[in-house]
């Protein structure tokens, strides 16, 4: 019970901040790119400078510029797990391998939030339990295998809310374990 209230007000906390932000979303079978996830996680943006001369949008060089997509604050993950459980699936692992690796090239006292979310499946109250199971194996692996300093790594769990896929709150997107930059 008290852990569901630290999980909801650290929730309420971020969740403002958190819903305007673009989000990276990996797929399953994509690889994760180290120097992405260290400068998502650090705030960093690989952003052209861009000048207005008349009408057109230039670059620094005076090349007409396409207009810059928002930057990704946060990286999204789907992490399997064993079904109804936290327990992380071996075909998790090479995605959370490359996830350390970008950690490892930040700043070491750079903290780092690892969020949890769930389909729409079940109620409230398990959805968001079984949120922050998930987040905090995804830190325990980190620690363990990794070595990753775990006062470093923040969980969070969010339940069904925020759903990736809010026309199908039941697809397999939507069951994410989210990171950036705390």
Do not use: W
């Amino acid at each position: 019970m008290l852990a569901k209230l630290i999980s909801a007000i650290a929730a309420a906390t971020i969740a403002c901040a958190a819903a305007a932000q673009e989000v990276r979303v990996y797929g399953s079978d994509e690889r994760v790119d180290p120097g992405e996830v260290a400068r998502i996680l650090d705030g960093q943006h690989e952003a052209p400078q861009v000048k207005y001369r008349s009408l057109r949008l230039l670059d620094d060089k005076g090349a007409t510029a396409t207009p810059a997509k928002p930057h990704a604050s946060a990286l999204a993950l789907p992490v399997q797990f064993a079904f109804d459980s936290a327990q992380i699936l071996p075909s998790a692992r090479p995605q959370l391998d490359a996830i350390a690796k970008g950690i490892r090239l930040l700043a070491p006292a750079k903290p780092v939030m690892i969020e949890g979310y769930t389909d729409a499946v079940g109620s409230e109250d398990y959805n968001l339990d079984l949120s922050v199971r998930r987040a905090q194996a995804v830190k325990q692996y980190l620690v363990r295998v990794h070595g990753i300093d775990a006062s470093r790594l923040k969980t969070v769990g969010f339940g069904k809310d925020r759903l990736l896929d809010a026309k199908d709150p039941y697809a397999a997107e939507n069951r994410r374990v989210q990171f950036r930059g705390a």
